[in-house]
């Protein structure tokens, strides 16, 4: 958090559950998702990720990202 501070950053706390059986791109949430604890799939027809395997990691992180996006526009206020 210094560090961030030192550099001109913005530290965003975002919440943990559900980031990793929650499709980034189409936001299903599905606990199938998960083929094992590395694999990742949007289960749903209509997502353009459909079928494809992702790190389960990687798309955690991504709906990380998404979420503190959306939570520093509606904190933009609130000090680091």
Same mark, same amino acid.
């Given at each position: =958090?210094?560090?961030?501070?030192? /550099?001109?950053?913005?530290?965003?706390? &975002?919440? !943990?559950?559900?980031?990793?059986?929650?499709?980034?791109?189409?936001? =299903?949430?599905?606990?199938?998702? /998960?083929?094992?604890?590395?694999v990742? &799939?949007? !289960?749903?027809?209509?997502?353009?990720?459909?079928?494809?395997h992702?790190?389960?990691?990687?798309?955690?992180?991504?709906?990380?990202?998404?979420?503190?996006?959306?939570?520093?526009?509606?904190?933009?206020?609130?000090?680091?």
């Open positions: =958090k210094q560090k961030l501070e030192n /550099r001109h950053g913005t530290f965003v706390l &975002t919440p !943990a559950p559900y980031t990793s059986v929650t499709c980034y791109r189409c936001g =299903k949430r599905d606990k199938k998702q /998960r083929e094992s604890q590395a990742f &799939t949007c !289960a749903n027809k209509l997502c353009e990720l459909h079928g494809i992702q790190h389960a990691d990687i798309n955690a992180a991504k709906n990380h990202l998404k979420n503190a996006k959306f939570n520093s526009k509606a904190d933009a206020s609130l000090p680091v």
